[in-house]
């Protein structure tokens, strides 16, 4: 924030900004106060975003079990349960602290099990940002009678927290300048590391109590977050002015800017060059990004590189409990990973190679998740401790990745498309999720379909980057022209670059 905010009255005889980019930095600043708390309050919906989706590691767990001391069949079967009387093992909790022991679940399939989870991120892929929608059904979750009832709510959850993650990188990227909107693009990732790190906290705290307790925990501070965003949080101008909003763009602007400032005077407001409407939902922008040939290709090669990131970021977590480790302190570990995954993000995102990044972790990641699965087939010393290692350095890599791939997609679409575009690799991501959980629970007996599949397809999706082109450093373009124009000259094709 070493750059305060500007007078919004200019000089009648100065040029008029060439970019909305130049526009938002000549006339408030590229990143003031205002900015911040703007950027901070919507960066703090990731934590219930965090914790909303990583819960059902703790509330759909399978917990430990031992045999009755009279039956003596019972230890001589202590590798399988199901095929146990049920006067033979006892849980050693109570059934309450989990779905898996409340409704007895402990011999369904691996469909089953899944469910819930599966669901979650179904309902991310078909949902609309709402974050009331997120508190209310995570209140509701308390209430569920059978894995039927809660497997629906669970769907209902992810429905209102699609696109979270999307709104909140937006807004918190387009009202700053182009020399911080690297750093102000990881804030939103800092608080889904502070959610995610919450969880092992509170379910510590939770242990041997109901699971219903959990997410009463977790949907009272949403509720409350929900006000203070309808409240103190202001839609992006950059996002109005494209749909041709431009008098709340301009207010939006004043209010930033300064609480005294009565007029402005925008030189873009006579420029006439967005000529396109932009999409009003991701399915209408895919029609639009399938139009352009360069845009197909890089919708194509981020969304790639986000299935295979999604399958090992929302999967590591969940195969915790497949690891011979704590499970409190393994899923504060992962939360933690965040932290140096962002903090190489933040400090480096300025330095670093969009594309070579995303490969090397990619790649790294896919190693580290293949050797977990090896590892399981060796009789080797501290078997569980090596295991976990390499689990925190895959899920790290993926965090890495996520980072990266969310900022290099900002940089890769115009402003009219860049919310669509940003929505589907997100999609992409949660559909990796919709496997993982499934594929968690069959890795169980063979690590194969676990910590295998998790590997191979991070590392080998992560190739499609390679024909992406380098954005480090470049202005964002606000229509599918100004894109275009940008690939053409790239191509040496500068003649039939025109602009109206």
């Not at 990227?173 to 909107?181: A, D, F, P, Q, S």
Request: net charge neutral.
């Amino acid at each position: 924030m070493a750059e305060s905010t500007r007078p919004l009255l200019t000089d009648s005889n100065s040029p008029p900004p060439r970019s909305l980019d130049e526009t938002i930095e000549r006339y408030i600043g590229s990143f003031g106060w205002a900015q911040f708390l703007q950027a901070t309050l919507v960066s703090f919906s990731g934590v219930f975003d965090a914790q909303q989706t990583f819960i059902s590691v703790f509330t759909d767990f399978e917990p430990t079990w031992h045999c009755t001391e009279s039956d003596s069949f019972c230890h001589d079967s202590v590798s399988n349960i199901c095929i146990l009387p049920k006067n033979a093992w006892s849980w050693d909790l109570s059934p309450h602290v989990s779905v898996i022991s409340e409704w007895s679940l402990q011999c369904a399939g691996s469909f089953v099990k899944g469910l819930p989870e599966s669901s979650f991120f179904v309902g991310c892929l078909i949902g609309e940002h709402a974050v009331s929608i997120m508190s209310m059904s995570t209140m509701l979750t308390v209430f569920s009678p059978n894995i039927w009832v809660y497997a629906f709510l669970r769907l209902v959850n992810g429905f209102g927290r699609a696109t979270v993650g999307t709104c909140a990188l937006v807004l918190s990227t387009e009202l700053v300048g182009k020399k911080w909107r690297g750093r102000v693009g990881i804030m939103s990732f800092f608080g889904f590391m502070l959610g995610f790190l919450s969880l092992p906290a509170m379910a510590y705290m939770n242990r041997g109590n109901s699971w219903r307790i959990l997410y009463i925990w977790t949907s009272v501070p949403t509720m409350i977050y929900c006000v203070m965003v309808r409240f103190f949080v202001c839609e992006s101008p950059r996002w109005l002015f494209v749909r041709g909003r431009r008098e709340e763009a301009i207010s939006i602007l004043k209010r930033v800017a300064s609480s005294d400032v009565t007029t402005m005077s925008l030189p873009f407001e006579e420029q006439e060059n967005i000529d396109e409407k932009p999409s009003v939902n991701i399915y209408a922008a895919m029609k639009v990004l399938v139009e352009k040939r360069w845009a197909l290709k890089r919708l194509s090669a981020v969304m790639a590189v986000a299935f295979g990131i999604g399958l090992v970021y929302y999967g590591m977590p969940l195969a915790l409990s497949n690891l011979d480790f704590n499970i409190y302190m393994s899923s504060a570990f992962n939360a933690l990973m965040d932290l140096p995954a962002n903090l190489i993000t933040l400090f480096l995102v300025d330095k670093l190679s969009r594309r070579n990044a995303l490969i090397g972790f990619t790649a790294l990641g896919g190693v580290s998740s293949v050797l977990i699965f090896a590892l399981q087939n060796m009789r080797i010393q501290n078997h569980g401790e090596l295991q976990l290692v390499l689990e925190l350095m895959s899920y790290f890599c993926a965090c890495s990745a996520f980072n990266i791939e969310m900022i290099y997609t900002i940089e890769l679409f115009p402003t009219c498309v860049r919310n669509s575009a940003i929505a589907m690799a997100r999609q992409a991501l949660v559909l990796g999720g919709v496997f993982s959980p499934i594929m968690v629970a069959a890795g169980r007996k063979n690590g194969v379909w676990s910590f295998g599949l998790f590997g191979l397809a991070i590392g080998l999706l992560g190739l499609f980057t390679v024909g992406l082109p380098e954005t480090r450093g470049s202005d964002l373009c606000d229509t599918m022209d100004e894109e275009e124009c940008r690939v053409r000259r790239s191509n040496n094709d500068i003649a039939s670059c025109v602009i109206a």
